[in-house]
């Protein structure tokens, strides 16, 4: 945190005392701090406290402007280098989902460029209601980082999560975090996430129950990381939110075939987690196919192979495959990882609890190309996706691709 220019956001709840030691903890680690008040906030603790602690006027007014040659809320967003809400109530994150500015923190939150790190503070069915969680999903996909809150005793009297990390706690994961944040700068990701569907007439189509949602999350991690994001997506009704993403969206596996060997030779990391069809009928119909007296017989041909392409082109790109597999998960996989001429392979049994389709959760294997497995057991595909990347990138520092 040394040299580091910090605006400390304190808002209006009991957890706002902690926010004093979170500045005097900021300037002892070398950091310099501007401390913005909401109006709620002066009800808890007085600006004088954080002047004292800061060595800085202490900002509580958007139309206080003490300097006519700046617009002040203007000039803190750009004076940041990171932005810190510690506590965040439920209003400033509802307020900020919503993208209203009508005090000088939001405000401030709207026009700055800096990382922008939320640490909520508030009763634990506050923190527990949908809109609450909506509204930080919301926030989570747009790029903020939140510092979730620890479970305990609360000011109220009930008992659970809703308590403001401590001071010194929140300074140690905003430095890892910044570390961790520049591992994939100047790097592009290109992933495959979702279904693909092949069209049998104008009302009918053969698809899987892919939802996207790994893939979805290999793009938020990868863009939260620091790279440029390229996501060709099958249809699915999910959105991706962050602005490094870039979303393709194709429905047959010949136009996501056409889609990734357009984005292949920019990207350094590719990664196809979508669940292509290896077969397509081979007539189709104009008009809707009626029902006729007996069975139904539709001719399959095989679509192109697209992981296998990617593999025999690739030059400097690390390639990681998927395998969702219902027997021999590992001996599948390893084999898969050969054949396609992969640096990775991500392998899934999706006849395990919690893994595989629609789901939010997925039990994985990563295998090398060293044939090391690394199991991740039972987590968030979000969580899935971290993992693997740090798998991926420390092969890339250890100069092994």
Not at 209 to 235: C, D, N, W, Y
Request: hydrophobic share 40%.
């Amino acid at each position: 945190m040394r040299n580091k220019k910090v605006v400390l956001g304190v808002t209006g709840g009991i957890a706002a005392y902690k926010a004093c030691d979170l500045t005097s903890k900021l300037i002892q680690s070398g950091a310099h701090v501007k401390v913005v008040m909401t109006k709620s906030a002066l009800e808890f603790v007085s600006p004088l406290t954080f002047q004292a602690l800061s060595r800085n006027p202490v900002h509580t007014a958007v139309f206080d402007e003490k300097d006519p040659q700046k617009i002040a809320h203007i000039d803190l967003a750009d004076w940041a280098d990171i932005v810190i809400i510690a506590p965040a109530t439920a209003n400033l994150i509802g307020k900020l989902s919503n993208g209203l500015g009508d005090d000088m923190l939001t405000t401030i939150l709207l026009a700055t460029k800096a990382p922008v790190y939320i640490a909520p503070a508030m009763n634990v069915n506050m923190y527990a209601h949908p809109a609450i969680k909506a509204n930080m999903e919301q926030l989570a996909a747009w790029g903020y980082n939140f510092i979730e809150p620890q479970a305990g005793f609360l000011a109220c009297g009930w008992i659970g999560k809703g308590r403001l990390e401590e001071p010194q706690t929140i300074i140690d994961a905003i430095s890892t975090h910044m570390q961790r944040d520049l591992l994939l700068t100047g790097k592009h990701v290109l992933i495959s996430a979702g279904p693909t569907r092949e069209k049998v007439d104008p009302v009918r189509f053969f698809t899987n129950r892919s939802s996207g949602k790994m893939g979805f999350a290999f793009a938020e991690v990868a863009a939260q990381l620091g790279a440029t994001v390229t996501i060709v997506s099958g249809p699915v009704s999910l959105r991706s939110k962050h602005p490094s993403i870039n979303r393709v969206d194709v429905t047959t596996a010949e136009e996501m075939y056409e889609a990734m060997h357009h984005h292949f030779h920019a990207a350094d990391i590719v990664i196809k987690a979508a669940a292509v069809a290896d077969y397509r009928p081979k007539k189709i119909y104009d008009e809707k196919m009626k029902k006729q007296p007996g069975d139904l017989h539709i001719e399959m041909i095989r679509t192109k192979d697209i992981l296998q392409s990617l593999g025999a082109q690739k030059k400097h790109q690390f390639l990681v495959g998927f395998a969702a597999e219902t027997e021999n998960p590992i001996e599948n996989g390893k084999g898969k990882l050969e054949r396609k001429n992969l640096d990775a392979i991500v392998v899934n049994d999706v006849k395990m609890k919690g893994a595989g389709f629609a789901g939010d959760t997925n039990v994985v294997t990563y295998i090398d190309k060293t044939m090391q497995t690394t199991e991740i057991p039972l987590a968030s595909k979000h969580e899935i996706a971290e993992k693997v990347f740090e798998k991926i990138i420390y092969t890339l520092n250890q100069g092994e691709k």
